[in-house]
């Protein structure tokens, strides 16, 4: 378990693909021989956050939905968006780069290979309208809950009770976004023919498993820690306004 006397370049020498989670925090690297407290502390990053961030994602097993609800809504959704923000603006161009460099020089010009940067486009339309929903209506929504619960009156419980609007909504229709990127691996694996760079079909083999890993992660924070969080608050809200 990584904890906070760690020195937090040890952490990175344990999983380099941690590099990209601390960035979501807007730490650097540079960190000399400094302690993850030091660092979280000098970066104003909660630690205890950060820790349970960074644990769930290097150790599957390691999980604690429960520990991760106790939380606020607000410093789990700023990482979920922060976490879009770098699919949109980091990996997702990357991969569409690879896969374009791919289909020119690995598979001369057979037929099929321009199937798949149409694929990976479908792909990518899918992702932005995905995030677009969760940055502009659920996490504005988790927001307003948060703030209306804490706040404890009456009125904004009201606004949110009279919303007509669940959280529920989001549960059951929340897909399953990295399904397709597995498809999308065995067209390269399995169906298209042997390549004739098979280094570059390496490179975008990994970046793609990396990017399902990393979203792997990200879900089960939108469904284990987010969405049973809101529930509870708006339960708690409905109740008050029940009476
Ligand atoms: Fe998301
Ligand atoms: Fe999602």
Do not use: W
Not at 144 to 165: D, F, H, P, R, T
Not at 180 to 185: E, S, V
Not at 213 to 235: A, C, F, T
């Amino acid at each position: 378990m990584i904890t906070a006397d760690k020195k937090m370049a040890d952490l990175i020498h344990l999983n380099y693909l941690l590099v990209s989670v601390i960035t979501r925090f807007d730490i650097r690297l540079g960190f000399g021989d400094k302690t993850i407290a030091e660092v979280c502390k000098e970066n104003s990053v909660n630690t205890e956050f950060f820790l349970e961030i960074v644990n769930s994602f290097h150790d599957k097993e390691y999980f604690p939905g429960k520990h991760l609800q106790g939380f606020s809504i607000k410093l789990i959704i700023d990482y979920l968006s922060k976490t879009h923000q770098y699919y949109l603006t980091e990996k997702i161009p990357e991969i569409e780069q690879l896969i374009d460099q791919m289909v020119n020089k690995c598979y001369g010009h057979h037929k099929h290979a321009h199937l798949l940067r149409s694929f990976f486009k479908e792909y990518k339309e899918e992702l932005i309208s995905h995030i677009s929903r969760e940055d502009e209506t659920v996490f504005p929504y988790a927001s307003e809950v948060e703030n209306a619960y804490l706040s404890k009156k009456e009125s904004k419980q009201k606004q949110i009770s009279q919303k007509g609007y669940h959280i529920d909504e989001y549960r059951s229709e929340h897909n399953n976004i990295e399904e397709k990127l597995f498809d999308l691996k065995n067209i390269i694996i399995k169906y298209l023919p042997s390549p004739e760079n098979q280094a570059l079909c390496s490179k975008v083999l990994s970046a793609l498993f990396i990017l399902e890993q990393d979203m792997n992660d990200h879900s089960r924070i939108e469904d284990n820690v987010l969405i049973p969080k809101v529930i509870l608050m708006e339960k708690a809200i409905h109740t008050t306004n029940a009476i």
